[in-house]
């Protein structure tokens, strides 16, 4: 008798927990009566409700359906079981309990509701579009159905019926959790930044601590070329959960890319400190050491990135750097051939790969390789600015003019190529005045 009675106690005190939301400790308490009583139907259910607070679903749903097993059919405890077998990714099984409830209750409306989403995820649009018009001729106001049928049209790519569909949930419940992320989602989609970001800043106010949403108004604001936006938006990912390694490395890549080392070095440390294991963190060590000019670093970086990734373009382009700055013109060679090799599209290898071969003492090929990054960049003025100095360096005074005449058409305000050219002109009235000087000391005897 007392441990019926015990049992019974925890139970009010699970009761009392749940409703301050102290779900931990009130799943504890239903654990603890359970193991005395465990033939009590409602309280497995009730144990269910309190997993699925905790997001332990598929605990939840065994909880539920031991429920059901002692009890027989309950609908609020069906369609708890359904929901959840959805999100486990269970949606075959998920709809075969809807369907039943169906059968029993034609006229329950949650039976056809969440088989909007199950058969959205299968891929089903056309039987998902007929559950939202059949559960519309129940309840056309339940803001469910809508965000079901949304996530549908936004998995085919018609954002517009989407949003709508998600307005008209804001419309009818203007506190429903997480519709205006998906709003967001889909002006993302669309390439509609600002829209995207408002809604995102109002899902942000309404749960400030999601560090979800905060990891996708980062990347949005990345996207965008808001760089110090997309910095604080990390730095509060990383203020509110501290050991999140992906928002540590997200704030190295944000910081490296708005060329600040120093910080980035710092943040992809403690990702290392952590004991993240991101397949670029070696490379961005790498890169970071690179700006700071810390090279013999940077190359063991470079190497570790090139181990784990060996055909990796980005590895290699910095591995190849590292190496001329350390004055291995041969070994930097070889990273920017392997480069070209893969895909001839990058101008910054060609360009490396001519610089190599002059310090090589490779001027005709350097000048190839010059000349081979302006075509796949017309506007590569550095590169033209080597590729005029290899000409006049083999003597190819009218190459090299055409060539400054070229890259000034495109950049006519560019000093560097206007210095060029004077340099140029020098060396022309140099050459001429020589060649005039030659036959005139002749003639005099010198």
């Known amino acids: 008798m007392n441990d019926w009675f015990d049992a019974e106690q925890r139970i009010e005190r699970a009761q009392e927990l749940s409703e301050s939301r102290q779900w931990g400790e009130a799943l504890e308490e239903i654990e603890a009566a359970l193991e005395i009583n465990p033939g009590n139907a409602s309280w497995h259910a009730h144990r269910g409700f309190l ?18 097993e002692l009890q027989g059919q309950d609908f609020d405890v069906s369609t708890a079981l359904g929901v959840d077998l959805i ?3 269970r949606f075959g099984e998920a709809i075969d309990s809807f369907e039943r409830l169906a059968a029993i209750d034609p006229d329950y409306e949650p039976a056809f509701c969440h088989r909007i989403v199950a058969y959205a995820e299968l891929g089903k649009h056309d039987r998902a579009e007929e559950m939202f018009y059949l559960a519309q001729q129940l309840n056309e106001d339940c803001p469910h159905c809508f965000c079901h049928v949304g996530v549908s049209l936004a998995t085919r790519g018609d954002y517009d019926r989407a ?37 995102y800043l109002a899902e942000i106010r309404e749960d400030p601590g999601n560090t979800d949403l905060l990891f996708e108004l980062a990347e949005l604001l990345a996207e965008a070329g808001d760089l110090a936006g997309a910095t604080a938006k990390y730095r509060q990912i990383v203020e509110l959960e501290p050991d999140l390694a992906a928002a540590h490395f997200a704030l190295a890549e944000t910081l490296l890319r708005d060329e600040k080392p120093e910080s980035a070095l710092e943040s992809l440390q403690e990702v290392v400190r952590l004991g993240g294991d991101h397949p670029l963190l070696d490379l961005r060590l790498g890169e970071a050491s690179l700006l700071l000019g810390r090279n013999q670093e940077a190359l063991v970086y470079l190497e570790d990135a090139l181990e784990r990734d060996p055909q990796g373009q980005a590895g290699q382009m910095a591995l190849g750097t590292c190496l001329l700055r350390l004055d291995r013109p041969a070994e930097a060679a070889d990273a920017f051939r ?41 506007d590569f003025l550095m590169a033209v600015h080597k590729a005029a100095l290899a000409c006049i360096h ?35 009235v140099l050459r001429v005045a020589r060649r005039v000087g030659r036959p005139v000391a002749r003639l005099l005897g010198r």
């Open 394 to 428: 083999l003597g190819r005074w009218s190459q090299a003019e055409q060539l400054l005449r070229d890259a000034r058409r495109l950049a006519p305000d560019s000093d560097v190529l206007a210095q060029l050219s004077k340099r140029l002109w020098r060396f022309r």
């Open 338 to 378: 392997r480069i070209v090799a893969q895909s001839d599209s990058s101008a910054d290898a060609r360009h490396n790969l001519g610089v190599c071969c002059f310090l090589l003492g490779q001027h005709e090929t350097g000048l190839r390789h010059f000349l081979r990054a302006i075509e796949l960049r017309p």
């Open 87 to 89: 999100r486990v990714g």
């Open 163 to 199: 949003i709508a569909a998600w307005q008209r949930v804001l419309d009818i419940d203007p506190d429903y959790i997480g519709i205006k992320q998906r709003i967001a989602q889909a002006y993302r989609a669309q390439g509609d930044g600002m829209r995207a970001r408002e809604y």
């Open 51 to 68: 997993l699925d607070q905790l997001e332990r679903f598929e605990e939840a749903i065994e909880a539920f359906e031991q429920a059901l």
